[in-house]
């Protein structure tokens, strides 16, 4: 059984940062990809950011590239996402999603990942 789970979400003004977590368990070693998606009210869930099983490679949607960072720690099996100059338009539920995989490279289709969380609220007031 693998769990997904999200944290770090809230409340923030305009240009402010957040720092949202993931831990992904279940499975022994940290050979899984994450991605980070987000689903703003009345739009489809989109991909954030993705990085490898190794955190050598990572992508970036368009409406994020210098302001987001994804990063992993596989000592503990966290990935991050470092949130920073928000911005209202960045308002979403925002998931993480892992898929366990030997290729050595990002993925960033909803559909190539089998395991989600349960989502986390970021609202950036203006």
């Known amino acids: 059984q693998v769990t997904v789970v999200e944290s770090g979400g809230g409340l923030v003004q305009a240009g402010d940062s957040l720092r949202l977590s993931c831990t992904v368990s279940?499975?022994?070693?940290?050979?899984?990809?994450v991605g980070w998606f987000r689903q703003a009210p009345g739009k489809e869930r989109e991909v954030v950011a993705a990085i490898s099983a190794s955190g050598t490679s990572t992508n970036y949607a368009d409406s994020v590239k210098g302001r987001f960072t994804i990063s992993r720690d596989n000592a503990e099996i966290t990935v991050s996402l470092q949130a920073n100059s928000l911005k209202p338009e960045d308002t979403a539920v925002y998931y993480c999603?892992?898929?366990?995989?030997?290729?050595?490279?990002?993925?960033?289709?909803?559909?190539?990942?089998?395991?989600w969380g349960q989502g986390t609220q970021v609202t950036v007031s203006s």
């Open positions: 279940g499975r022994a070693g940290p050979d899984y990809a």
């Open positions: 999603a892992a898929r366990y995989t030997v290729f050595p490279g990002t993925f960033v289709r909803e559909s190539e990942y089998p395991y």
